[in-house]
């Protein structure tokens, strides 16, 4: 690798790397350790065809979602993580809340399977469409769809309080009434 090439590198990761890594905490499921591990196979990875490479943030993403989807394919299951319960500190009321809010969201992602969590992390916060998660995936764009409402199905479960910290009410569409309507002459 040249130095042009070698500095290049650099600079992506010291631009990118952040972003990057919030994007594999959420597809390790919140464990920080096993989210720096895939990034940085990741950029290993990467900076073998680094010359190659046209657009290098979409390359190593395809590998971070590549990885994940080879780890919960692994034999054995990963421990789950165990965390603290969250301080009390003095925290004006909107930061306590989303702070709250990303706790509890992050304790439930945890503990959906690899897959679900893998499959929420591409379409909610990659906002990716359903044909690109079941391209990265591997998989049909049905098997994404059921994935999809089954694994949103267990987090409400498995976190009812998201309700309770989530948007209100008024902010819900208004339901659609489909029931028959009698046309006159």
């Known amino acids: 690798m040249d130095a042009e090439a070698q500095e290049s590198f650099r600079e992506f ?11 594999a905490v959420l597809l390790s499921g919140g ?18 065809r680094w010359n190659r490479i046209d ?21 054995w299951p990963r421990r789950e993580l165990s965390v603290a319960e969250p301080p009390e500190a003095s925290l004006g009321a ?12 992050r304790g439930a992602l945890a503990r959906l399977t690899a897959r679900q969590r893998t ?30 409402h089954r694994s949103l199905a267990r987090l409400r479960a498995l976190a009812p309080e998201l309700a309770e910290l989530g948007p209100g009410d008024a902010e819900q569409p208004p339901s659609r009434d489909f029931s028959p309507v ?4």
């Open 13 to 23: 990761v010291a631009n990118r790397s952040s972003a990057l890594l919030k994007t």
């Open 31 to 48: 464990d920080r350790h096993a989210a720096e591990d895939l990034l940085q196979n990741a950029l290993v990875k990467a900076v073998g």
């Open 55 to 75: 657009e290098p943030e979409a390359y190593v993403r395809q590998i971070l979602y590549r990885q994940q989807v080879s780890r919960w394919r692994l034999k």
């Open 94 to 105: 909107d930061a306590q809340s989303a702070a709250e809010l990303r706790m509890v969201m």
């Open 119 to 148: 499959v929420l992390v591409l379409r909610y916060f990659e906002d990716l469409p359903e044909a690109d998660v079941a391209r990265l995936l591997g998989c049909t764009v049905g098997t994404v769809r059921s994935t999809t």
């Open 182 to 185: 009698e046309v006159g002459p």
